[in-house]
C-alpha cells in the first residue's frame, strides 16, 4: 500500500497540481494585499474616507462605534465591507489569472494543420477521398 501510494504521489499530474496549489495559495494572499494595502484606501478617500473593512450593519439594536467594538461586545453584525473586500479580490484574482492564461496560450506553439483527406471533384463539385482517382457522385475522372 505504501509502494501505491508512493507511485500515485510521484505521478506528474498530482506533483504539478500540488505546486499550482501551493502558488495559487501564495497568490491568493499577494492580491490580497494588494486589494486591502494599495487599492482600496485610495477607492475609499475617494468615496469620502471609508474604511471598506469597517462598514457594518448593527443587527443588536444596541449602538456600536466601530466593528472592532461591536465584535469585542459580542455583538452581531453583517460585515459587509468586508464582504465587499473579498468580492474585489475575486474580481482581480479572477483577472489576472484570464490575463495570465490568455499570454500562455499566446506562447504556445500552433498545432500543425493535419493533412487533408478530402478533395472536391472539379466537375460535380463534391467532396470525394483525396486518394479517388474517380469521382463517385458524377463518375469523372480527378
Known sequence: MLKEFKEFAMKGN???MAI?????????KIVSSLV?????????????????TGLFLNLSGVPQ????????????????????QSVFDFIIVAFV???LVKQMNR??????????????C??????IPIKASKCAHCTSNV
Open 14 to 16: 498530482v506533483v504539478d
Open 20 to 28: 499550482g496549489v501551493i502558488i495559487g495559495g501564495a497568490f491568493g
Open 36 to 52: 486591502s494595502d494599495v487599492l482600496m484606501p485610495p477607492i475609499g478617500k475617494l468615496l469620502g474616507g471609508v474604511d471598506f
Open 65 to 84: 462605534p466601530s466593528l472592532i467594538a461591536a465584535k469585542a461586545a459580542g455583538v452581531p453584525t453583517l460585515n459587509y465591507g468586508v464582504f465587499l
Open 97 to 99: 489569472i484570464f490575463l
Open 107 to 120: 506562447m504556445k506553439k500552433p498545432e500543425p494543420l493535419a493533412a487533408p483527406t478530402t478533395k472536391d
Open 122 to 127: 472539379p466537375q460535380c463539385l463534391s467532396t
